[in-house]
């Protein structure tokens, strides 16, 4: 079973911290996705990778920045947290090729910024 | 870039009754169109999908249909059961830079009453 895990269920943060959030899979998959969550909002892009140290913008990637090092893992970073940022983040993966390869989502990180 | 529009937002049946939500998307150029099912304190999974070239896919008690013409999709329940208590999303993708990208309506929380 392909694997997404998410290194925290929950965080809370104060204003102005850098906020790092990690997202690790184990399917050797080439893409990767950062979703934030809202209620009435649905799911929002925010950042997506195709290939180690590569990256591109999602539709909503003001305030946020990201990382891939290795094919397993893409992290998410607020260079400084905004309480707008309060929100549930979900990382997925999927294999390169078509458009039409499931995305396999973690179980999502709910941050709270105070 | 891509718009999907869903509803209801929220939809209640009795157990045993059939449950139909709805899509709309906005560029043609669409081809893929998957439906995901949230499940509490859980990320997104995919639970069935169609490609343009099809009209209609079943897989037991779920089906999706897909109007190319009228730029609407929409998924079907029948005999609901209280493990079908979700929020479910349909998405509409158009292949781009070798991810696919995935536009995700709002979501619809649906409550099946035993």
């Known amino acids: 079973d392909v694997k997404v895990t998410q290194s925290s269920r929950y965080l809370v943060k104060r204003t102005g911290e850098k906020v790092f959030l990690e997202c690790v899979q184990d399917?050797?998959?080439?893409?990767m996705f950062w979703y934030r969550q809202d209620p009435g909002l649905g799911l929002r892009l925010i950042y997506f990778?195709?290939?180690?140290?590569?990256?591109e913008k999602g539709d909503i990637p003001e305030g946020y920045s990201v990382s891939r090092e290795k094919k397993e893992r893409f992290s998410l970073i607020l260079e400084s947290a905004s309480t707008n940022q309060t929100s549930m983040y979900l990382c997925?993966?999927?294999?390169?090729?078509?458009?039409?390869?499931?995305?396999?989502f973690g179980p999502g990180t709910r941050l709270t910024v105070t | 870039g891509e718009n999907v529009e869903q509803h209801p937002s929220t939809l209640s049946v009795q157990e045993g009754d059939s449950a139909v939500i709805k899509c709309t998307y906005s560029?043609?150029?669409?081809?893929?169109f998957p439906w995901y099912k949230q499940e509490l304190g859980k990320g997104p999974q995919l639970i069935i999908d169609?490609?343009?070239?099809?009209g209609e896919k079943k897989d037991q008690r779920i089906a999706v249909t897909l109007n190319k013409t009228a730029k609407h999709f929409s998924l079907h329940i029948t005999e609901t059961q209280p493990e079908d208590s979700a929020v479910y999303f349909c998405?509409?993708?158009?292949?781009?830079?070798?991810?696919?990208?995935?536009?995700f309506g709002t979501g619809t929380r649906l409550t099946v009453i035993p």
């Open positions: 990778s195709y290939d180690v140290k590569m990256k």
């Open positions: 560029d043609s150029a669409s081809n893929y």
């Open positions: 169609i490609r343009s070239n099809v």
């Open positions: 997925a993966s999927s294999l390169s090729g078509t458009g039409d390869n499931e995305q396999y």
């Open positions: 998405a509409a993708t158009v292949y781009q830079t070798g991810a696919n990208n995935l536009f």
């Open positions: 399917m050797d998959h080439e893409n």
